[in-house]
């Protein structure tokens, strides 16, 4: 179990205001900011390299704390500056050819269907997406079926897509992607944090998340995950310099053996250790603890808005997530951030452009996202539900 009064604790400045927007920015423990000042104040008094080689030891301690929380080793892991840089180094880093195909879901990520846009007009890279059920899951049949029909380079998943609570069964899909030894990438970026994401479970070759939404970490911050079976080959992203690799000749390099190859040589310091500092925190309460009582807040809040006159609950699948969509049918939009605003609740509006197929299925334009953590509580799901009676 958690202790909620000690996170909120932790957490100040979650009393003052109802804070549902932990899918966008999540609020930071006191450890993550006062480490960050803490690292910068340092820096400003002998200077960023000397600064950095005598803490080595410390920042390189971010890459235990994450393998800790995904279930894999510190090898395997690389800061990255955010999610999306993370899932296109790895895209980068496949060998695709003309007329090689990616599968990817009908519910991922805008900002990577934005990169297979961009894989097709430059080098002629196909993606064709996956069947979703009635009920909104993946169809791991049509999956199975595209793989044998298509023989695709890639299959690419969105674990949790931004616009909405649906869970995608990343672990079914990487049991198939594994049968059939297809390369698996899996953008993890609303599930860590709020959810247990364990690699080895999964069996991907990569996982790409940040560190500003439910991981409660600085913005500018991200990880990226490389299996071992992806390292002991010559897959590296297009941008390297020398923390990636060593000059050996005029003409050749020599890959690092480790993700780090992935990764850049300068980062923002202090935010590596606030990044660490979050995964720390979340280590401490217990991934497991955070989701069973993130199950809760969900439950009450779905369970609260449904029973409200007029309000359409958005999301589906099997598996949820503490991603809330909703409109309050026959209210526009704008009186829709007017009200939230007015009672200091903090949310997201997504809108078509950012899921465009799965919006134009739900016949919708733009929808209220909310997405409670693990330092709200109950009685703030009940507080929420009461005010927006009145919209």
């Given at each position: 179990?958690i202790?909620?009064d000690?996170i909120?604790?932790?957490?100040?400045?979650?009393k003052?205001k109802?804070?549902f927007?932990?899918?966008?920015?999540s609020l930071?423990?006191?450890?993550?900011?006062e480490?960050?000042?803490?690292?910068?104040?340092?820096?400003?008094?002998?200077?960023?390299?000397?600064?950095?080689?005598?803490?080595q030891e410390?920042?390189?301690?971010?890459?235990?704390?994450?393998a800790?929380l995904?279930n894999?080793?510190?090898r395997?892991?690389?800061?990255?500056?955010s999610?999306?840089?993370?899932?296109g180094a790895?895209?980068?880093?496949?060998?695709?050819?003309?007329?090689?195909?990616?599968?990817?879901?009908?519910?991922?990520?805008?900002?990577n269907?934005?990169?297979?846009?961009?894989?097709?007009?430059?080098?002629?890279?196909?993606?064709?997406?996956?069947?979703?059920?009635?009920n909104?899951?993946?169809?791991?049949?049509?999956?199975?079926?595209?793989?044998n029909?298509?023989?695709?380079?890639?299959?690419?998943?969105?674990?949790?897509?931004t616009?909405?609570?649906?869970?995608q069964?990343?672990?079914?899909?990487?049991?198939?992607?594994?049968?059939?030894?297809?390369?698996y990438?899996?953008?993890?970026?609303?599930?860590?944090?709020?959810?247990?994401?364990?690699v080895?479970?999964?069996q991907?070759?990569?996982?790409?998340?940040n560190?500003?939404?439910f991981?409660?970490?600085p913005?500018?911050?991200a990880?990226l995950y490389?299996?071992?079976?992806?390292?002991?080959k010559?897959?590296?992203?297009?941008?390297?310099?020398?923390?990636?690799?060593?000059?050996?000749?005029?003409?050749?390099?020599?890959?690092?053996?480790?993700?780090?190859?992935?990764?850049?040589?300068?980062?923002?310091?202090a935010?590596?250790?606030?990044?660490k500092?979050?995964i720390?925190?979340?280590?401490?309460?217990g991934?497991s603890?955070?989701?069973?009582?993130?199950?809760?807040?969900?439950?009450?809040?779905?369970r609260?808005?449904?029973?409200?006159?007029g309000?359409?609950?958005?999301?589906?699948?099997?598996?949820r997530?503490?991603i809330?969509?909703?409109i309050?049918e026959?209210?526009?939009k704008?009186?829709?951030?007017?009200?939230?605003?007015?009672?200091?609740?903090?949310?997201?509006?997504?809108s078509r452009?950012?899921?465009l197929?799965?919006?134009d299925?739900?016949d919708?334009?733009?929808?209220?996202?909310?997405?409670?953590?693990?330092?709200?509580?109950?009685?703030e799901?009940?507080?929420?539900s009461?005010?927006?009676?009145t919209?």
């Open positions: 179990m202790n909620i000690q909120r604790e932790d957490t100040p400045n979650c003052d109802l804070f927007d932990s899918a966008g920015a930071v423990p006191n450890l993550v900011s480490t960050i000042s803490e690292y910068l104040e340092a820096e400003s008094q002998i200077g960023g390299y000397k600064l950095a080689s005598l803490r410390e920042i390189s301690g971010f890459r235990t704390e994450a800790t995904l894999t080793h510190a395997n892991i690389v800061f990255m500056s999610a999306t840089s993370a899932f790895a895209l980068s880093a496949i060998p695709f050819e003309k007329g090689d195909i990616i599968l990817t879901s009908n519910n991922d990520y805008v900002s269907f934005i990169q297979y846009i961009w894989l097709k007009k430059r080098f002629g890279v196909i993606t064709k997406r996956i069947n979703s059920l009635a909104g899951d993946l169809d791991t049949s049509h999956l199975e079926f595209l793989i029909e298509e023989q695709p380079k890639l299959v690419a998943i969105s674990h949790i897509p616009n909405s609570g649906l869970v069964d990343v672990t079914a899909v990487g049991a198939i992607c594994k049968k059939h030894n297809i390369l990438l899996v953008d993890a970026c609303q599930s860590v944090g709020q959810l247990v994401v364990d080895q479970e999964i991907c070759d990569f996982l790409s998340t560190g500003r939404k991981l409660r970490g913005r500018g911050t990880m490389v299996a071992d079976s992806i390292l002991e010559e897959y590296a992203p297009l941008i390297m310099d020398l923390h990636s690799t060593e000059w050996t000749s005029e003409d050749t390099i020599q890959l690092g053996p480790e993700a780090n190859r992935f990764g850049l040589f300068e980062t923002p310091v935010f590596v250790l606030g990044f500092a979050a720390t925190y979340a280590n401490d309460v991934m603890n955070i989701q069973s009582y993130n199950t809760k807040l969900r439950e009450r809040l779905t609260n808005l449904g029973s409200i006159p309000i359409r609950l958005l999301d589906k699948g099997t598996q997530s503490n809330i969509t909703f309050k026959g209210v526009d704008a009186t829709h951030v007017e009200f939230l605003d007015k009672h200091d609740i903090y949310y997201s509006v997504s452009s950012s899921a197929i799965d919006f299925k739900k919708v334009e733009w929808a209220i996202r909310f997405s409670p953590h693990y330092y709200n509580t109950l009685e799901m009940d507080r929420v009461e005010i927006l009676k919209l």
